[in-house]
């Protein structure tokens, strides 16, 4: 099961923070802090898998923006869910064309809409790009209309 | 009207980019009561940027459960926009604990039923924040879903039951039935994915359901292309197959299949956890499974090396996994520090008598330092599993591997594992006892090599003298521990051994720098001396040892150094020290110390550049030639002809010295007469070879002439 979905840049700004199990905003922001230091200080030989305070971390760069994956220390298929993080992002970048970190800033309800499709009740639920963007594609028509 | 003065998500975005650290706490209390205010807004517009707002504050880590309720509010506003973006944001003001769930129910049951994007959010918003409590409540809407005609809120049911069984395994009995059947004839990967799921946390609940789902998962393998679901079936089976172990056969055929025709990364690394797990007996299945594994371990991407590291652990069973040991031992060489602690890991635990020499001696020929305390810790470990049954050449091991353990330790952790390590061999093993005063000399040398190469990372093994704070260190904690096995063995050895080893101690002096264990090597000689005496039968041999062992000692305790230190002590303290013996003590050291001789002089060159004229001083020259002439005499040395004479003192007489007059520039010499009683003396200097420094000849001339 999927603990929490994070996207962090390089200065340890959050940008999209979904928790799937009850932490406090100070427990948040602790391990925010403590998994980007984690990844920064990581180099590219060591692989992307890491496990920390009981979390087992998965965690992929792209450009400034870690997209960082904790699920529970039982036993996971890692390869799969840095897969999902790829999938993640070409979702993103399929909504927003070329997407940056600007574009989650700005429109991070979207990013959540998203990313709520992927994932439900820490469990990937769908991967086909075009199922999860076909609802907020007609959310943006009605809106446009 | 509002809408113009309102700021937008983007425009407090720029806003907070702008904003200087020191006003963000000013900032985001206005931003705070901004939303407060706009929440409340008539303007659907309006009241959709404060929720949006909401999403940027959480964001940026600030508590945002006082809007709960406005939050819940707006989940009932009539524009389903609004209604979507509360949903999203319920999960980050709601909790399972949260008062306002009550609240939650009546919107979430009508939501169920309107069009499938709200519904869909709703159902989302339900899995983020349902308890048991509401699970309850809301579980027959929900159920009733189950077969919407929309493949989207299909699967979210499916994943929001998945839930609600974990919170209360009661309502599993009466409604599995209807998941199944839904599975059976679903066509929509996402939707089979999530009873997957289902599934596995129904299994946790009540394990006994396992034969209702088997075909269901069978079928699943046999038909589906999905990696994603291919991954989630397997993984699954696994499960399965604890419960119920006849599952294995059926899975023989599928698995092969898959093996053979993916080539998705995940789905292979999944396939080959399970054969290494499960199907170490099928001998086809698992081969092809460890050549997929081979290249797993050998791969550039350092995931995937990782991972067959994993899959390697599963095989549980050393010598399935000593058939992978070339692999290991390839990727131990190339991997960095965290690949290597897990191959570590893993010869530790499962490295065999079968191959325990290839391995400890490939160990043995690696040297780097940011592993090497990690490597040392793994020999010492794998040379005492199962009480040494890894060790086929005990003499080899004492002789030729300790020794070379003991020169690459570089902590005191790994030094008292060593030392456990010898103390489990040379007192345990009574056999072995004869070897320890060769390990103590092998050990020694090493330790001598490394501090004379100035190898290794302390170097506080240098000198003696030169050592300033001493503790002990993992050198000294192995050295104290062989010279009292040493010490413990003397009784076993044979002449020829003592001899050796008293030949060693009287000509090394690399020991003498631990200077903690001076008492345990005066005990170490104190038996050697006893196990001589016992076994001499040569008196003159005997004494000959008794020599070797007092210079010894003196070594130890540097006599000489602790008697001139003594030296003052001695002398104050003597009780006859009277008024007399201080003035003879007042006149060695009152005397005035000679003057530089010349000849010294002569050695030291004129600093090119320099322009201050010197003084000669007559006086101390004359004092020189005085002491040339006494020692000259005492040691009757037979007199050179004068041109030859270095002796300053007869050229003295002759020489000549012109004052060479310069006016304000200060070149040249000047020579500084002093004005004796007697006539002034004048100082000519004959040769150039034993001039002053910077005079020459000509110099002497043209002085002349100017006279």
């Known amino acids: 099961m999927i603990n929490f979905i994070l996207m962090v840049n390089k200065q340890g700004q959050t940008r999209l923070a979904q928790y799937f199990q009850f932490l406090s905003v100070k427990e948040r922001m602790t391990l925010e802090g403590e998994l980007i230091r984690k990844c920064l200080s990581r180099n590219e030989s060591q692989c992307s898998f890491v496990e920390h305070r009981g979390y087992k971390v998965i965690y992929r760069r792209y450009a400034s923006l870690y997209f960082i994956i904790g699920m529970d220390l039982e036993e996971e298929n890692e390869m799969a869910y840095l897969e999902f993080i790829h999938n993640l992002v070409e979702t993103l970048d399929k909504y927003f064309e070329n997407v940056c970190e600007l574009d989650i800033m700005y429109n991070i309800e979207k990013a959540h809409y998203i990313l709520e499709e992927m994932v439900m009740n820490g469990q990937i639920v769908e991967t086909n790009k075009t199922q999860i963007l076909a609802p907020i594609a007609v959310i943006d028509k009605a809106k446009d209309e | 009207m509002d809408q113009i003065f309102t700021r937008s998500l983007s425009d407090i975005v720029k806003l907070s980019k702008t904003t200087a650290s020191y006003d963000q706490l000013t900032f985001q209390t206005q931003l705070i009561t901004d939303i407060k205010n706009e929440l409340q807004n008539k303007s659907e517009s309006v009241r959709l940027q404060a929720l949006l707002k909401l999403f940027f504050l959480s964001m940026e880590g600030n508590q945002i459960r006082w809007a709960e309720f406005l939050v819940i509010g707006q989940m009932g506003s009539p524009e389903p926009q609004i209604r979507i973006t509360a949903f999203l944001l319920s999960h980050l003001v709601l909790d399972n604990q949260s008062q306002g769930l009550i609240m939650v129910t009546n919107i979430l049951k009508k939501e169920f039923k309107s069009q499938y994007l709200e519904a869909s959010s709703a159902l989302s918003c339900f899995g983020a924040i349902a308890n048991k409590d509401l699970g309850e409540q809301l579980f027959e809407e929900i159920i009733s879903q189950i077969n919407h005609s929309k493949p989207i809120i299909r ?73 994603w679901l291919l991954i989630k079936l397997i993984r699954f089976s696994n499960k399965l197959i604890d419960k119920e172990p006849r599952f294995k056969q059926k899975l023989i055929e599928p698995y092969t299949r898959l093996l053979n025709q993916t080539s998705s990364k995940s789905l292979q690394y999944e396939l080959i956890y399970s054969v290494m797990r499960y199907f170490k007996d099928y001998n086809l299945l698992f081969e092809s499974a460890s050549d997929i594994l081979k290249q797993f371990l050998n791969h550039q991407d350092e995931n995937l090396r990782s991972l067959g590291l994993e899959c390697l652990v599963q ?282 001789h010349l000849e010294a002089q002569k050695m030291i060159k004129r600093p090119i550049e320099l322009d201050e004229p010197f003084e000669i001083d007559l006086n101390e020259i004359q004092l020189i030639t005085q002491s040339d002439k006494q020692q000259q005499s005492s040691q009757n040395l037979e007199q050179k002809p004068p041109q030859e004479q270095e002796k300053v003192g007869e050229q003295l007489k002759d020489v000549e010295l012109q004052q060479q007059n310069q006016n304000d520039d200060k070149q040249g010499l000047q020579i500084t007469q002093e004005q004796p009683k007697q006539a002034p003396k004048q100082m000519r200097i004959i040769k150039d070879d034993i001039l002053p420094p910077g005079i020459s000849q000509n110099d002497i001339q043209q002085l002349n002439q100017d006279d």
Do not use: W
């Open chain 2, 155 to 227: 699967k979210k049911v499916v994943a929001v039951l998945s839930k609600i069984f974990t919170e209360s395994p009661q309502l599993i009995p009466s409604n599995l039935d209807k998941i199944i059947q839904l599975l059976k004839k679903e066509q929509n990967v996402a939707v089979l994915a999530c009873g997957i799921s289902l599934f596995s946390q129904v299994m946790k609940a009540t394990p006994s359901i396992y034969p209702l789902i088997i075909p269901i998962v069978y079928d699943l393998l046999t038909k589906q292309k999905s990696n």
């Open chain 2, 315 to 596: 095989i549980q069973n050393s010598d399935g996994i000593n058939a992978f040991q070339d692999q290991l031992i390839e990727g131990f060489k190339k991997g960095d520090y965290f690949y290597k602690l897990q191959i570590l890991q893993i010869l530790k635990e499962y490295t065999t008598d079968k191959n325990s020499d290839i391995i400890i001696d490939f160990l043995l020929a690696q040297y780097d330092i940011e592993s090497n305390s990690k490597v040392i810790e793994a020999l010492i470990q794998i040379i005492q599993m199962n009480k040494f049954s890894n060790v086929n050449d005990p003499e080899k091991l004492m002789l030729q591997q300790i020794p070379m353990i003991a020169k690459k330790i570089d902590s005191i952790e790994n030094a008292e594992k060593l030392r456990d390590l010898i103390f489990d061999l040379l007192i345990r093993v009574p056999d072995l006892q004869i070897y320890s005063h060769k390990i103590f000399m092998e050990i020694l040398n090493g330790f001598s090599e490394i501090s004379l190469n100035h190898e290794g990372p302390t170097l506080n093994i240098i000198q003696r003298s030169q050592q300033i704070k001493y503790s002990l260190n993992h050198r000294e904690v192995l050295f104290k521990t062989l010279v009292m096995i040493t010490g413990e063995s003397t009784r076993l050895l044979d002449i020829d051994s003592l001899t050796i080893l008293f030949n060693y101690l009287h000509d090394g002096d690399f020991y003498l720098t631990f200077e903690n264990s001076i008492l345990d090597l005066d005990q170490l000689i104190f038996k050697l001396v006893i196990s001589s005496a016992q076994l001499h039968k040569d008196i003159s041999q005997l004494n000959q040892q008794i020599q070797m062992s007092k210079i010894i000692y003196q070594k130890l305790h540097q006599l000489e150094i602790i008697g001139s230190q003594l030296l003052y002590e001695s002398i104050l303290l003597q009780e006859d020290f009277s008024l007399e013996k201080v003035q003879k003590y007042q006149e060695i050291f009152n005397k005035e110390l000679p003057p530089i």
